[in-house]
């Protein structure tokens, strides 16, 4: 069974050159983290987020047994303040995986009304070209507010300056994660 997380690292693995400036809007357990510093390599830079301590520890664990390019910050932060770490226009790819923690508090989860903001600070920081990958979990305690409130922002993005693609899970029981791209064309 192929996995949302799966799924958009494929495209990030396309869209990412030595280099770059990557951002983990929701850290975790590090998994996307970690891919973007490879890929990034020892001249990009990675910026990693996340409001828990526990992810924190558990990313930097995963990044020093990976051996990755020391090319990251972790900033125990919420993604919502991405703004005051990164300059607009400059970002190549932005990750987020909404929901809690893999193995966390499922009591601590990302809320509507500040994901819609961090992503709306996304599409400010990414370059021309840039990719935001969305990996929306519906469903659980928050996971239906945030689908209703990030699904009609992103549909009433100007086409002319934003491409977004939705997919589904679509012979998935119940509530399937939905994985959204979205790539600025200005």
Known sequence: MSHITDWCRHFITLQIRPGDLCIDATMGNGHDTELLCQLAGPTGHVLAFDVQNQA?????KRLQESNVPDNYRLILDSHSHMNQYADPGAVSCITFNLGYLPGGDHALATRADISLEAVRQSLTLLKKGGLLSLCIYSGGDT????????LPFLKKLDPKAFLVILSSYYNRPNHPP?????RKNL
Not at 143 to 150: I, M, Q
Not at 178 to 182: D, E, N, Q, R, W
Request: proline share 6%.
């Open 56 to 60: 924190l520890q558990n990313t930097q």
């Open 143 to 150: 996971g239906f507010e945030e689908r209703d409130a990030l």
């Open 178 to 182: 939905i994985p959204v791209l979205v």
